[in-house]
């Protein structure tokens, strides 16, 4: 059940959007994307503030792009709050409950339930224009949710608020959504909000969906390189597939690159259906491809130097170290290429002079050159 | 992507919907508008005979005496804006630039203007400047004279005079509207660079205030080319007669509609012209409306030891004179008993004769009922129109809005004169009834309605709208539970604009009225012509009630205008 939305296509003169995805019944499911890629487009569209050229939305089954947007019981929370100036807290909250027709003894319960849910009790006959940011965000929730949406869509709900607030609210959005269980689609351009709120993200771009996955396939399995640097810091090295073989660790490939031979894994992950859509199984010796990992998989290698029998082994000077409390990240320049090592506070390391890696091969993923 | 511009593509009424909500004001404005308007542009353009021919027109346009009138229509409302200008900018920049007590005051007298009658400016003018008004009294008892030393009425001077003391108020307000919105950085960044002076002004000021300028004089030239009343009575005969003036003497006194309907197609073409200057001029300065008004401003009390202080608290106190003046000279002297000066007496004589009843209380009657029908029905109309403005995109929605606008380019002379011809022809007349004068004023006030509504409309959030929408609210309900309660003192505004421009409307009131329908104006003029000022003063004085009732709501409640 959930939301279904199939062959969705809106084209504008210089935009075209595809959609074709499903938000599970009771799931969190994040849009993820840089500005102007459709996201918000998106949201609209569900909404039915904006009507698609072709394709169909359905609600637990039954079809819903036919419906005028205030018959879809769609709840949303808008980036500015959007809450009535001319109406107090409990007028704003119990608008929609008014709109929909529910007694007066049922709408003053549901509303005290919100003004609970959002922990704002004693606020009912506030002007919601004095209000803070972090307030009003929690009144525009309350007043999405008091009719009982069936869909609850949220545009960047969080980014008008300082850093602290943000943080804290989040924390009570995902908490609201668990208790309510409450199928929602939550628009975000930050990363971290993504990573932390979401049960599965869809990253966008250029108006269709790139991947759709859990947090951690997201950041660890990119589907590809757009994905892979949009979310998080990354290393890449381009090269060339020289090599497959099997190991342990099951089957592998041999890439030739300026800082030496690396070994991944191939395919990264079988389970993925998306990676292998995007690059064939078989592997195309002699292919340009460039290799992908991030620079927390890469520890200090403190071994002799004569050691070759351990793989993946680079050793470069240090250019650049940056301190951020908890860790440190060190930029090494290795036969011309520069790359970025996350590494624990623990490890103390000089100022200057060579260092020697290594990446695991587990984590290294293989991505097409591009065509050039 | 331009996806702000599809916000309401499905919120909003559909086509259907809004073909249904424009058919009453429509018909209306077709109705009592354009047909009267169409019948004047044909009697215009047609011969005795009812064919088609220029020759009026041309007979007007090479007879020097016509000649003249155009002349001298034009020539002395580029000479009133002109006035007007000079002595409206200095007020603006002190508006827009300092801060200082009764600030709030003068701010509101500008809005004087906008619901002063032109009738009372009139009438404080005879009495200040006449022969027997209180300057020229006061001059001949300091003085010892015997005849009085100014000769102001009846001549060019006073017509300036008048126009520019009644209309600059009007380029306080919106210079320093837009003035007071762009930030002093620019001319503290420009005097870092070595600008100063009238330089400072020329290269940085004056390019960023231009477009509230010309929108402004646009505006000053329209209402002094239109000005009827104080033409008029100030003008005082064929020598100072202005377009409008002798539209209205071939209408009634000539009854020769035919050139009348000519001449004033001569007159619409004008105003028209300088209508769509001020429509173009708004657009533009409505450009800057984004930039904020935060900036910390120095207080005017602080400088009142140097020269420069002096001269702008001196200003101020002259701007506030010379909009209270009249106003005051016609409520003093409606509480003397006899009009020569030698033992003034006060006395509620005249205030006693309009509440006993007979034509006084009749005209006073009458132009309430009107106000109150006029304010109905142009507060609905008004709305509809800047509802539909405001939330729908669709071909040639801009020309819409012009078209809905023409009326302010329209004398209300014209309008007149298009009520007498126009339904003649018709089985039934509206010419003699109450309604007629009701119609026409409705529709020289509903586009002020249009103005103030429509500014809030747009200024609503579509976010609200949406979220309204997503919470069930439909089309109706969304406008009936969001939009009108957020648009509530934008409507009270226009609601009181409309009862005050009724109320104080002399022109089609002039060409419409019978004994029956007499209104307070009217009756102020005929008081006039019959040199029986305390009785013009002490109905004057009513008038004002209603229009400072009026000013208080507009005041109050606020909403864009001007």
Redo the contacts between chains.
Sequence with gaps: MGLQIRGIEKI?P??RLELDFRVRQGELLILLGPS?C?K??TL?LI?????PDSGTLAMDGSRIDNL?????????V???Y?????LNVWDNIG??L???HWSPGESRQRIEELLHLVSLQGYAKRKVTRLSGGEQQRI?LA??L??QPRLLLLDEPLSALDAKLRKGLRIEIRRIQRELGITTLYVTHDQEEALVLGDRIAVMREGHIEQIDTPERIYNRPANLFVGTFLGQANLLSGRLVRRFSSPDGEMAAVQTAVGTLQARWPADPDSPTQTQHFPVELQIGREVIAFFRPEHCSLDRRPSGNTRSPNRISGRVRRKEYLGSHQLIEVEAEGEHLILDLSQQQSLPDSGLLRFSVDPVQICLFPAAKS | ???TG??????AAGPRTILVLLLAPVAFLLLFFYFPLGSVLVGGLTDRGGRFSLGILASLLVDPYYLRIIGFTVGQAALSTLLSLLMGLPGAYLLARYDFRGKRLIQALTTVPFVLPSIIVVLGFVRFFGNNGILNRFLMSLFGLTEPPLRILYSLQAILLAHAFYNFPVVVRIVSSLWRRIHPSTEEAARSLGAHGLRLFWRITLPQILPALLSAAALVFIFCLLSFAIVLVLGGGPRYTTLEVEVYRLAKVSLDLKTGSALALVGAIISLVFLYAYIKAQQRSSFAERMADDAEKPRLGGMLGSVRGLFYLLYLLFMALVILAPMITVVAYSFQLRSGWAQQTISLEWYRRILSGGPYLRAVANSLFFACMTMLLSLPLGTVLAYVGARSRFAGSRLLEAVMMLPIGISSIILGLGYLKAYRQLPWTIVGSWYAIVFAHTVIAYPFVIRVASATFRKI?S??A?????????PW??FL??EL??A?SALITGAAFAFGISVGEINASLMLYNERLITIPVMIYRLIGSYNFIGACAMGSVLMLFCFLAFLIIDRAGGEFG
Aim: net charge positive.
């Design positions: 504008y210089d935009f102007g459709g918000t487009t609209r909404a039915g503030f904006i009507g005028p947007a205030h018959r879809r019981r769609i709840g949303i808008f980036q500015d959007a809450l009535f100036p001319h608008f929609g008014r709109m929909q525009a007043r999405a008091a009719p | 992507m331009g996806k599809q916000s309401l593509e499905r919120t959030k976010s609200l949406e979220a309204a929408c997503s919470l069930g609210a439909g309900r969304l539970h969001l309660p957020l509530r």
